[in-house]
């Protein structure tokens, strides 16, 4: 898996690094100090995932999501921060990217994030989702009772990053079915997004979450 990191304190960024290629199967292919200069190279490296510093000078790490989306979107972003507020991790998945982990995470974890990303599904921080269940009640785990089972195949794919049109054509429905089954989704957990819906469905382990273990 080629790598790219996006961090503007060196000693941070060349550790990282030196801990990524200790495994076997990362290279990191680019190193970068600003998100301007790794938008610069983007294009020409082209990494399967890209590790970015939430806080960069001039354009901040979620910014650079949103822009490496439209520019490379065959990268898969992870977001990696200080912080594990509720708005910080639905701005950045709102913007595109794969994983959000925080700046505790392990070599180990960060590793194991890169692999999980790579394959295409998402990754939270384990104390992210952990703080995100404790924003609905009840017992973590299970399917949410008021949702039907067509509901809750739809809710998976939420969790799972997939557009209306990729759960239509994994469920076999009708675009417009689909839409109306997000709408019901949304309105029954009280939600107002299809972002606050997956944050849901990975928190509650509606759908396997990808997290680093």
Do not use: C
Not at 117 to 140: F, I, K, N, P, Y
Not at 177 to 201: F, I, P
Request: charged fraction near 25%.
């Amino acid at each position: 898996m080629r790598v790219a990191i996006v961090e503007d304190h060196a000693l941070v960024r060349e550790g990282t690094a030196q801990l990524l290629e200790r495994e076997g199967d990362i290279v990191v292919v680019g190193q970068f100090a600003s998100a301007e200069d790794a938008l610069e190279r983007l294009g020409e490296i082209r990494p399967d995932v890209m590790l970015v510093d939430v806080e960069l000078p001039a354009m901040n790490g979620i910014t650079l999501a949103r822009a490496s989306a439209e520019r490379a979107p065959e990268t898969r972003v992870v977001v990696l921060s200080a912080y594990d507020n509720y708005a910080y991790v639905v701005e950045a998945l709102e913007a595109g990217v794969a994983g959000y982990l925080l700046k505790t995470a392990s070599s180990r974890e960060l590793a194991q994030a890169v692999r999980t990303v790579a394959g295409g599904a998402l990754v939270l921080d384990e104390a992210v989702s952990r703080r995100l269940a404790g924003r609905w009640r009840g017992e973590a785990g299970g399917l949410p009772g008021e949702l039907t089972s067509r509901e809750n195949d739809v809710l998976r794919l939420l969790g799972e990053g997939l557009s209306n049109k990729q759960i239509a054509a994994r469920l076999e429905l009708g675009l417009r079915t689909v839409e109306g089954y997000v709408s019901n989704v949304l309105a029954k957990l009280g939600v107002a997004s299809r972002t606050e819906a997956a944050l849901y469905a990975v928190s509650r382990r509606v759908v396997d979450p990808g997290h680093p273990r």
